[in-house]
DNA sequence: ATGGTGGAGCTTCCA
């Protein structure tokens, strides 16, 4: 059997939930895994998913800021739910399809603007959640998971217009990009995006500040879909839309997608 | 040279 996956920074459901329903009806992956719902999970507008063939729902929110959820065609059950770093924020969920497989969607914190711990606490903060990110998955081999989300780091040379230009800019820089692959390496985990596509710029997300986000092209990779290794032979037809980012009030970040045959 | 835009909602925080 395949079933398909996406994930999506949605940047509010509420006000975005008609193009989640776009999304639902055009690509209709089995699973659909939202970071930023910016919503109280009693608010999740859940009717109009449902009609689309979405009964299921893991999630977990707060008022205004971060909220993940996980949207799935089939039975899916809550498995956990992390606080990394302590910060008692909704940044993650997991559940187990009925296949076997978990899926983990995470929002990593952004880490605001200085990359120095000195200096701002955010940075911090970030790190922290990747080192205890990092040490739950040694303590806690994953297998037969995947993990999606916004990670809010862009880890390789050509997950960003310019590797040199962002070296300092908080996403890119090497202590992060250090910490996340230490988080990669205790859980096993395999990059499908990368597996799919090895050559060339991809990216997820696009500033709203810029004048003219696709023609100036300026982005980042900061959303990803990782499977353990024993699965990770499974995975496939990765795809980045790109489209999506130019949709009527848009997120400022596109849905990355893959499937599984399992 | 250090803005620029967007969402939530607590006129400011967060991305």
């Not at 059997?1 to 999506?8: D, E, Q």
């Not at 920074?9 to 690509?27: A, Q």
């Not at 999740?44 to 009609?51: N, V």
Request: glycine fraction near 8%.
């Amino acid at each position: 059997m395949t079933f398909s996956l996406a994930t999506w920074n949605i940047n509010s459901v509420r006000l975005r939930s008609g193009l989640v329903e776009r999304l639902m009806t055009e690509d209709a992956p089995d699973v659909l895994c939202l970071q930023e719902c910016k919503s109280p999970v009693e608010l999740i507008p859940m009717e109009a998913f449902h009609a689309l063939g979405y009964h299921h729902m893991i999630a977990r929110g707060q008022k205004g800021y971060n909220g993940v959820a996980i949207l799935s065609k089939q039975p899916i059950e809550e498995v956990c739910s992390f606080d990394f770093a302590g910060l008692g924020h909704a940044r993650h969920i997991a559940g187990r399809l009925e296949n076997g497989v978990t899926v983990h969607n995470f929002y990593v914190p952004a880490g605001g603007d200085i990359p120095d711990r000195e200096k701002n606490e955010k940075f911090g903060q970030k790190l922290d959640y990747l080192t205890e990110m990092r040490d739950w998955w040694h303590a806690n081999a994953p297998e037969k998971a995947i993990m999606v989300g916004d990670l809010n780091i862009a880890p390789r040379e050509d997950d960003v217009w310019s590797h040199k230009q962002l070296l300092k800019i908080v996403s890119h820089t090497p202590i992060e990009v250090e910490h996340l692959a230490q988080a990669q390496d205790a859980g096993n985990w395999v990059d499908i995006t990368r597996q799919d596509i090895p050559e060339g710029q991809i990216y997820s997300w696009w500033s709203y500040r810029a004048k003219d986000w696709s023609g100036a092209d300026k982005g980042r990779r900061l959303d990803h879909i990782w499977a353990t290794k024993d699965i990770a032979n499974a995975g496939h037809s990765s795809r980045i839309r790109r489209d999506v980012r130019g949709w009527e009030q848009p997120s400022d970040h596109a849905p990355v997608f893959a499937s599984f045959d399992l």
